[in-house]
């Protein structure tokens, strides 16, 4: 596994690291100053009590406020070939956030994000369609993800072996299944082909012990494949077994990124988890 070359750990009110660039290996993720902020209308109105209401009228403010939440804060790193990154973070710090921008689904208010091939986002909800049976889904997903109806004919029984369903279910709507056994098909469906950048949030979380260890022999065959495999979850076990770097995200910056055990000794030294 190729060496990461760590960076020094910043307080709060520091400027973030420097970014550490290895011309020895492929980038596949470039992140550049990236600012992600989102506008949240009606905030700051008050309760929204009809008190608060009939203020406004009488200023004549017939829009309410709007908040800007600044979500992430001049993030910048290379990602590179075959790295599987873990984003760690207490709530709130901009994980999501960070993920959801590598996708390229939140414009960035400043900086940007430059990717080799493009993104896909395995997340908790990722859009399948609830009404729909789990075969359906499989087939719509695989087509979505671009490959042929013959591909997807190919990859039908893996899926649905991977997704290791209670017998039958496979026909039933989705809207039938427990949380846990919908984020196994949709890990499935993602995971039967190959992705240039691969960004997975918490889609692991609710997933048994036999099914976690499953999915993380999968992204271990993924990531051979994959230009870049990003993970965000809050069980560090997981992180730990999975990637082979780290960034710790702290109020939408980076507090440190680098070898995964010693990020994560230094996250549990200061959060205490
Ligand atoms: N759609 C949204 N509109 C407004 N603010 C948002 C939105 N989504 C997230 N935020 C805010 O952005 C900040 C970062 O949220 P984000 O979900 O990225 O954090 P996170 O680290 O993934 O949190 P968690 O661990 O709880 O999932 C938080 O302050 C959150 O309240």
Redesign the pocket.
């Known amino acids: 596994m190729a060496e990461v070359k760590e960076r020094a750990r910043v307080s709060d009110s520091a400027p973030q690291p420097q970014v550490v660039i290895d011309p020895t290996r492929e980038p596949i993720v470039v992140v550049d100053d990236l600012h992600i902020v ?1 506008r ?1 209308y009606g905030a700051g109105g008050g309760k929204g009590t009809a008190a608060t209401a009939l203020m406004r009228v009488l200023r004549r403010q017939n829009r309410p406020q709007m908040k800007e ?1 600044h ?1 992430v804060r001049g993030v910048s790193f290379v990602a590179y070939r075959g790295d599987a990154i873990g984003v760690i ?10 993920l959801k921008a590598i996708a390229g689904l939140l414009p960035p208010a400043r900086g940007g994000v430059y990717t080799q091939g493009q993104p896909s986002l395995l997340g908790v909800n990722a859009a399948l369609m609830r009404e729909l049976s789990g075969e359906r889904n499989i087939v719509l997903g695989c087509l979505a993800m671009g490959l042929t109806p013959e591909e997807t004919r190919a990859k039908y029984d893996e899926i649905v072996k991977f997704a290791d369903l209670k017998p039958g279910f496979i026909q039933y709507p989705m809207s039938t299944y427990s949380s846990g056994m919908g984020a196994r098909l949709r890990f499935a469906i993602a995971a039967a082909r190959t992705h240039d950048v691969l960004l997975i949030d ?1 889609a692991l979380a609710t997933g048994d012990a036999k099914f976690k260890r499953r999915s993380k022999a999968k992204i271990n065959e993924l990531r051979k494949d994959a230009g870049a495999v990003f993970l ?1 979850a ?1 069980n560090l076990d997981q992180v730990e077994e999975t990637c082979n770097r780290v960034i710790w ?1 702290d109020e ?1 910056r980076i507090r440190m990124d680098g070898d995964t055990k010693e990020v994560i000794a230094a996250y549990t030294e200061a959060t205490g988890k």
């Open positions: 989102y949240v939440v979500a973070g207490t709530n709130g710090s901009g994980k999501s956030t960070l918490e965000v809050h995200l939408g």
